[in-house]
């Protein structure tokens, strides 16, 4: 009984990377069962039979990788929580983005394709990804934001609410606007030098606009 279920396994496994690669590169919605079987050398009645649908192998992509991420990102938290002392701004900035610099840092093809990922579902998302990236998000978010909130008490929460928004906005352009970066403003580094450096330089830039004195609004400070 244990050898079809490691063969099982692992023909799902290579359904699921052929299909984060083609939808990376296509889209969800443009991408292919045909063209996923053809880059994985399976049928199409694999796919039903692993993921029962498109949509299934959608949402098996989509949460994969968003999983692993998600639960490293509530395990810092857990650490961060359980210590003697509450969590520093700066702490939670990396707890919570620093899994997704290092992984998305990495150069292999399974990084390459996740940016790319987070790349259409920032620039061209449609209900059912958002459906599915929210509700892989809702408990990781939640905790994050009142971590935040708690260490940040004098910051209204409407204000650290809208400075999360900017530092996920400053993160997702971080990670696949790499390439445009040289060519929009000549910088004289390779990828592989610049995606070395990404993490200090993102984490201190988003530690700064969190700390940033708070606007004033019609002449007030909210």
């Not at 530092?167 to 606007?177: E, I, K, R, S, V």
Request: charged share 20%; with cysteine.
């Amino acid at each position: 009984m244990g050898e079809p279920l490691a063969v099982s396994a692992s023909t799902a496994e290579i359904i699921l990377d052929a299909a984060e690669a083609v939808f990376a590169a296509d889209g969800d919605t443009h991408a292919s069962l045909r063209c996923i079987t053809s880059h994985a050398g399976v049928n199409i009645a694999a796919v039903n039979y692993h993921f029962g649908s498109k949509d299934g192998l959608i949402k098996a992509v989509l949460e994969r990788r968003m999983g692993e991420l998600n639960r490293e990102r509530l395990r810092r938290l857990d650490e961060l929580e359980s210590g003697d002392e509450s969590p520093r701004p700066s702490q939670l900035i990396k707890a919570y983005f620093g899994p997704l610099i290092t992984f998305a840092s990495q150069q292999n093809s399974d990084a390459r394709a996740f940016v790319a990922l987070i790349e259409r579902s920032v620039t061209n998302p449609n209900s059912f990804t958002q459906a599915i990236v929210a509700d892989q998000f809702e408990q990781v978010v939640l905790r994050y934001r009142n971590a935040f909130h708690a260490a940040l008490p004098q910051v209204p929460k409407a204000e650290v609410s809208w400075r999360f928004q900017f530092m996920l906005g400053a993160t997702a352009y971080a990670l696949y606007g790499s390439s445009q970066l040289a060519l929009l403003f000549d910088v004289e580094e390779s990828h592989e030098e610049s995606l070395a450096r990404l993490e200090p330089r993102l984490m201190s830039f988003l530690l700064g606009g969190l700390r940033t004195p708070l606007p004033e609004v019609d002449g007030n400070t909210p």
